[in-house]
């Protein structure tokens, strides 16, 4: 089931493991991505908090938590190729994956990407 924030993250959900990442259209308006920041495994995350953020060519942007948990794992490929995300923003270009705990967080996002 993939889901999406307002501000443009997309969630994969897959029992309690949520991958999340930047959309397409996001990638798209962000420009060439140089450098990922990513967060630590096993940090605890707050829906809203900023989780990592993403720099390109044109500017840096926060990426924020779109549902409450612990990291499990985070996407080490964007360490050296970044530019995965301009790639394949919605699969190889995911961010971290969340072990989601609190389940009604998802009632609040979006099944569709809303306008940019």
Known sequence: MKKYTATHEYVT?????ATVGISAKAA????DVT?????EVGKEVKKGEVLCTIESVKSAEDIYVPLSGKIVEVN????????II????ENKGWIVKIEISDQSEIEDLLDEEPPM
């Open 28 to 31: 798209e308006e962000l420009g």
């Open 86 to 89: 301009n790639e394949d923003a």
């Open 76 to 83: 080490k490929d964007l360490e050296d190729n970044p530019e």
């Open 13 to 17: 959900i897959e029992g309690n493991i």
């Open 35 to 39: 450098y990922v920041e990513l967060p």
